[in-house]
T-cell receptor, first 112, second 117 residues
Framework: NAGVTQTPKFQVLKTGQSMTLQCAQD?????MYWYRQDPGMGLRLIYY???????DKGEVPNGYNVSRLNKREFSLRLESAAPSQTSVYFC???????????FGPGTRLTVL | GENVEQHPSTLSVQEGDSAVIKCTYS??????FPWYKQELGKRPQLIID?????GEKKDQRIAVTLNKTAKHFSLHITETQPEDSAVYFC????????????????FGQGTILTVHP
């Protein structure tokens, strides 16, 4: 049971490049989330998927898109990366019975 | 939307002392309040949570209290140890009509706790 996994662990992009961050969970959770973490600002919700087949915007969705590929996988795409998107990105999934969210190990992204 | 304020931003204590971190929230409909611990370079991990129908919850050296009227909740760590040193985040989430919760968490800014041996 790996829990929540994310790839890649680190990534450096140039301004304007695109990339997709991958997230998968093996806990059979319905809900999945993408957060970004910046120094002094805590974690902020980018997008979430309450259940397979649905996605919705969070607090800071601009510049991002998501895909809930199936119940296990939830990806985050940056179409045209900007330096302001330099951050650590965490994926999480939630068990509905207790509301507990479990986080992945994170992806550290730098946009030059 | 919900707004969560967390204080202090840094907290330094001696081993064995108690530590208290406080959070306030803005949306009276919020009803789930978790606390996460994040060690350097690691993922956030849940250490304790509380729901709005409970005023206090304890788990060994950790306790959380909730005051719904004042819209604030606090984390209490007793007998602190050096391994308690980390960043602590509070968060708030609202359960919607009919009990449906999408689990959207709003986080505080974090508290860097340092426990000196």
């Amino acid at each position: 049971n790996a829990g929540v996994t994310q790839t890649p662990k680190f990534q450096v992009l140039k301004t304007g490049q695109s990339m997709t961050l991958q997230c998968a969970q093996d806990m059979n959770h319905n809900s999945m989330y993408w957060y970004r973490q910046d120094p002094g600002m805590g974690l902020r919700l980018i997008y979430y998927s309450a259940s397979e087949g649905t996605t919705d915007k969070g607090e800071v969705p601009n510049g991002y898109n998501v895909s809930r590929l199936n119940k296990r996988e939830f990806s985050l795409r940056l179409e045209s990366a900007a330096p302001s998107q330099t951050s650590v990105y965490f994926c999480a999934s939630r068990t509905k019975s207790t509301d507990t969210q479990y986080f992945g190990p994170g992806t550290r992204l730098t946009v030059l | 939307g919900e707004n969560v304020e967390q204080h202090p931003s840094t907290l330094s204590v001696q081993e064995g002392d108690s530590a208290v971190i406080k959070c306030t929230y803005s949306d009276s409909a919020s009803n789930y309040f978790p606390w996460y611990k994040q060690e350097l370079g690691k993922r956030p991990q849940l250490i304790i949570d509380i729901r709005s129908n409970v005023g206090e919850k304890k788990d060994q050296r950790i306790a959380v209290t909730l005051n719904k009227t004042a819209k604030h909740f606090s984390l209490h760590i007793t007998e602190t140890q050096p391994e308690d040193s980390a960043v602590y985040f509070c968060a708030a989430s609202m359960r919607g009509a009919g009990g449906t919760s999408y689990g959207k968490l709003t986080f505080g800014q974090g508290t860097i706790l340092t426990v000196h041996p």
